[in-house]
Every structure is written in C-alpha cells, then in structure tokens.
C-alpha cells in the first residue's frame, strides 16, 4: 500500500479531509484542516482523485480530541468523527452542507446564507435509541469494521444508556444481526433478523465483483424473518400526546429527540408562509405519519382539511393507521412516483425520502400539483441538494433552511428546507 505525507486543505461531504498529491485530490479518511499527516492509500482506481486513511498525525488540527467512541477508535465504522471537537463537528458539517447546496444544488454563493447546524442535544454520546448490530461466531455481538467485515466489539457510544448492555449469547447463528430499540419509557426491546440470503448459503460466492454486487443487494432485499429476542415485537414511541407503536425493525427516528425537533421545525417553516383556511396535505414517505400529527395539532395558520399519507412500509401505516384512527388521513401504501398522481391536489406536501433523496421524478410529479409550499427533509446533504436544485429549476425558491445534528459523532447531517412557488 502506497504511503504518503499530505497537507490537508479542506473537508469534504461525506467526512474526509481534503488534500492533494501530484495535482490530484486525495480525500483522507480522519484528518482534519490544517493537519499534515502520513497515511495509506486505499482506492487509487480513478484517475480524478484518490482514498486514504491516516497512519499518523504529524501536525494536528486543535479540534482534534481523544474519540469520544470507543467503538470507532477500535476501527468500527459508526462514528467517523468522534476525534473531532462537537462544536467543530457542525461547523465542519455546515460548511460541506453550503458546499453541495451550491455544487449539486446550484444555489448562488449569494442565495440564503447555508443553515447552521443544530445541536439535538447536550452531549454528543447517549443520542441513539434504534441500532442494528452482527452476531458472529459464539453468538459475539458487535459493530462490523470501518474497512473490513470483522466485528467489533467495543461498545459505541452513540446508543442510549442501557441499550447495549449484556448482548453477548442473545443473538443465533452467525450472519444475523440483532435489531435495538428503546422505546419512548427507555424499555429495550430486540429483534433479531435472519440471515440475509447471500450468507445463508453459497448462492453469493463466485462470479465478477459486479455480479456479486447485484447478488448481495437483492440477497439483501429479499424479505428476513424475525424473532423476538426481547421485549415486544413493537416499541411506543411518543411526541407530545401522540403515541406509535412502531415495529422494532421499522423506521424510527435514530435521535432520542430528532422526531420531536424535525415536526417542531415543520411548523416553524411553514408559520407565516401564506397557508390558510382549510388546506389539503402530501405527508410523502411518511412512515407513521409524525409529520401528518404534528400538522394536524399544531397549524395555527390554516387547518388540516386532509392528508395523503404515502409510504411502502407496512408495519409502519399500520402504526399510523392506529394513531391517526380518528383523523381526517388517507393511507396509501405505494412507492411516492407511483401513487402521487392519482391524489388530489395538494396546498401543502412534506417530503422525507430515505438517504437517496426523492430523486428527479418525484420532485417532478410533486412540482406538476402545483403545492404553494413544499417542506423536504434530507439526511444526505448531497441528496438534499440535489433534490432542491430539483424544485428550485421549476420555479420553487427555498425561503429558509434549516439543519440539525441528527447524527452527532458522524458526517450525516439532516436539513430541512421550506420553498415556495
Ligand atoms: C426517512 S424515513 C421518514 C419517515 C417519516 N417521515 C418519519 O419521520 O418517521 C423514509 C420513509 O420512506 C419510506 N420509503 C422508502 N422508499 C419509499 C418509496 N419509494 N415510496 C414511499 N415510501 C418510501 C420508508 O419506508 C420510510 O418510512
């Protein structure tokens, strides 16, 4: 492996520094600005940048500190900043959100000033109430590695206390991983999921690392059954004086205090955005419907004449089916691009895709309902902006953005954005 000594310039989305080498961007693993360090190279595949990992610091940047996570100090890949000071952790998280929302988004240097990012709490540990662990051999517990596959065990310290107490032996055969969950009275409940089909048997060995690719991502598809390992097969998560009762292995929130911040922040943006009278609501990847909830008890403009809930996950609208019983919501369970255009025109849509954004057709089938005001969320930057830039080419102009450290000790951050026609 080629080793090299490299001044790093600036930080990139996705949480390496920059630096360069022979007129060519290196992006470094755990380095900040302003450090000169020595590292390996990791991937040097393409011929505009390349990869590496430091070895050592030679110079260190004043925001560096000792990890504040274990697991990540003993090489698991959950909290890829966790050497770096939180207060510099947004800072860094800021900058690289404004970068991308000009480079991907095309939002003018001049456009809004970049969001800020949040704080979610007072202390970067103790955040995390959903994670997902592998069992390994003798029923071995732990975090799969930055750069390998092998488990580690050192607890992280991203999960609320209590969560990863006394897991060893809990789990099956090696290949399945245990899914936690503390719910909103701090009970721990644990799933644990099947292997997926590509460890169970031989089927995922062989052929070009392409094929093994495709392999493995619909190995990891293909539905896993589940076993109660403790607890309930579904945990009560509450806001304010709602309640969901949310499968284990279904989406929640991974910050203890995201659900609650993220709803309040919708209200926030779209108070005083020009809604009001009865308004006809998109709650789109909606999942239990917090967003549905918090409109329909918080508006104070307008009221929630109606909502459109569109998610693919079962056990989550059956969750939103319980709680929103009694409210004026329609359930639709479809991919967003299939069902939005059979729906009534909305006066309001919020859009909270998974990681990889809503993606140019959904914003274009949002765009052609005419909405006054659009509220999407991202935890992607990159996504976020893309999705944005999206919106923003039709006419939609972003009246103000907001960003959360959703994810503290990582790169990821969560923005959230209002726009308007
Ligand atoms: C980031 S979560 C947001 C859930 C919800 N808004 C919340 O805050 O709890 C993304 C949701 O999108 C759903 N989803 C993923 N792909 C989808 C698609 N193509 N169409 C509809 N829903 C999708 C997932 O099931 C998940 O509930």
């Known amino acids: 492996m080629t080793e090299l000594e490299l001044d790093v310039t600036g930080y990139a989305n996705g949480g390496s520094g920059i630096a360069r080498h022979n007129g060519r961007v290196v992006f470094v693993a755990g380095a900040l600005p302003g450090e000169r360090v020595r590292v390996n190279v990791t991937d040097d595949s393409r011929a505009s940048y390349a990869k590496a990992s430091v070895v050592d610091v030679l110079d260190a940047s004043p925001h560096r500190v000792a990890p504040l996570c274990p697991a990540a100090a003993a090489g698991a890949g959950c909290c890829d900043l966790s050497f770096v000071d939180p207060t510099y952790a947004r800072e860094l998280g800021a900058d690289a959100l404004g970068d991308v929302l000009r480079r991907i988004g095309g939002f003018g240097i ?9 704080p979610l709490g007072d202390v970067p540990t103790g955040w995390r109430v959903r994670t997902r662990l592998a069992v390994g051999a003798d029923g071995v517990v732990g975090l799969r590695g930055r750069r390998s596959s092998d488990l580690v065990t050192t607890p992280c310290a991203g999960p609320v206390a209590g969560l990863l107490d006394g897991l060893d032996g809990l789990g099956g055969a090696v290949g399945t991983e245990l899914v936690l969950a503390s719910d909103s009275d701090g009970v721990r409940h644990i799933a644990e ?19 093994r690719a495709q ?36 989406f929640w929130q991974a910050h203890h205090n995201a659900p609650a911040a993220y709803t309040r922040a919708a209200l926030e943006l779209v108070k005083g955005i020009g809604l009001s009278g009865d308004v006809h609501v998109w709650d789109l990847y909606g999942g239990v419907g917090v967003f549905s909830a918090s409109l329909l008890d918080g508006a104070s403009d307008f009221s929630v004449r109606g909502v459109d809930l569109v998610d ?29 255009s059979s729906l009534r025109a ?12 809503a993606g140019a057709d959904v914003v274009d089938a949002v765009v052609a309902a005419e909405p ?27 009246r103000e953005w907001r960003a959360f450290d959703a994810f503290p000790m990582t790169h990821h951050v969560e923005g959230i954005a209002v726009l308007t026609r």
């Open 312 to 340: 693919t996950d079962p056990g989550a609208l059956a969750a939103a089916e319980r709680t929103l019983a009694t409210d004026p919501v329609e359930i639709h369970r479809g991919a967003v691009a299939d069902v939005v």
């Open 215 to 250: 392999r493995s991502r619909s190995a990891h598809s293909a539905p896993r059954s589940v076993r109660t390992v403790q607890g309930d097969t579904h945990a009560v998560q509450t806001i304010g004086e709602r309640s969901w009762t949310v499968p284990v292995t279904g």
């Open 110 to 118: 001049d456009a809004t000033e970049p969001p800020t990012v949040e």
């Open 193 to 211: 999921l099947s292997a997926p089909a590509d460890r169970r048997g031989r089927s995922g060995r062989g052929g070009d690392r392409r094929g």
């Open 372 to 398: 006054g005001v659009v509220v999407h969320v991202g935890c992607d930057a990159a996504a976020f902006a893309r999705d944005l830039g999206r919106f923003a080419t039709h006419g939609y102009s972003v």
């Open 346 to 357: 909305p006066d309001l849509v919020i859009s909270d895709p998974p990681r990889s954004g």
